[in-house]
Each structure stands twice: as C-alpha cells, then as structure tokens.
C-alpha cells in the first residue's frame, strides 16, 4: 500500500457468533472523519444482507477490526467475495488492532479491546463520538457501533507512527 493519507476506511464489529449476530455495525472512514455509521441489530436478516452488500460497495483502502478473524469469517459467511466493477475481490485487505498493540506494547498483560480503550484514549474523546452516534443504553463495550468507535479510536492513535504495510492481512 502507499504510504498516503487520508485513507479511506471501514470498522466492522460483529457482536454474537456465526450462528447468530446479535449485531452488526460498521464506519466508513475517510481521512479523520466519520462519513457513515450504520447499526443492524439481530432479526433484522434481510437489513443484515442489504448493509453487508453496501458495505461491499464502498470503496475502502483497508478494513480495520480488533481480532479481526472473528469479523472476516462472519463477513464471508454472509457474501463470500465482494464485487467491485465486474471483477470479484475478497474481502480487504485487514488491519487487525490487537495484532498491532500486541507488537507494539509486547509488555502488556492483555489486548481487549476495553483493556485497550481504557488504558490509551481519553473517556471525553471516547464520549464525543459515543453520544453522538450510540443510543444510551449502548454505550458500552460489546455493542457494536460502541466497538467499532473504539476501535476506531486506539487505530487513529497509532495510524501515525507504524508501518501500515507491516500489518496489512488477506
């Protein structure tokens, strides 16, 4: 990948497992702001596989999730492969979070994603964005668009200062 900024990216957090989501959120990125959040809770099947198409439409340079295999398995699950102009791309590529602090802070006891949040961003910068795009009751860790923020947020700290190509996965 060239070393460009702004990029142009999605956050995906899944919350439940391949046999049943419970929810599903995502933001597309575009430089340092938030241009698209977009929540599905379970039951809504046919919202699932219409916002999971459209998320295959965007045109994204990476996908960013924390333990990213969770997110990829689901996402192929539901559409395989991506269609981008007649030709049929696999989903990414990915940059998975945890790989990243994992390498970076080799020393730290433990990579969760709350761990990770609370640890290195700010609760007011994490609030900002929370209260604007979260319901009340769901802002907290292990909703969806609350992960996705968080995510978002430990990424944009170290976007800076490593090497994007050296975590970049298939």
């Known amino acids: 990948m060239k070393d460009r900024r702004p990029y142009t990216y999605v956050v995906i957090d899944f919350e439940g497992n391949l046999s049943r ?8 990125i575009r430089g340092n702001k938030i241009v698209q959040c977009k ?4 039951g809504d099947t046919k ?4 916002e999971i198409t459209e998320l295959s439409k965007a045109n994204y340079d990476f ?4 333990n990213y295999t969770v997110e990829k398995n ?10 981008n102009d007649g030709k049929i791309l696999h989903w990414g590529p990915w940059i998975d979070t945890c790989r990243i602090y994992s390498s970076l802070y080799p ?8 761990f990770l949040t609370e640890l290195f961003i ?13 319901n009340t009751q769901k802002r907290t860790f292990h909703n969806s668009t609350y992960d996705c923020i968080c995510t978002m947020l ?6 800076p200062i490593i090497a994007l190509d050296d975590f970049l996965q298939d």
């Open 39 to 42: 929540c599905i809770e379970y």
């Open 74 to 83: 689901i996402l192929k699950k539901y559409l395989p492969y991506v269609h």
């Open 21 to 28: 989501i419970k929810e599903f959120s995502y933001l597309l």
């Open 47 to 50: 919202s699932m596989d219409e």
């Open 154 to 159: 430990i990424f944009d700290r170290v976007l």
């Open 107 to 114: 020393q730290l006891l433990e990579y969760r994603l709350r």
């Open 63 to 66: 996908i960013v999730s924390h």
């Open 122 to 134: 700010a609760e007011k910068e994490l609030s900002v964005h929370s209260n604007r795009l979260c």
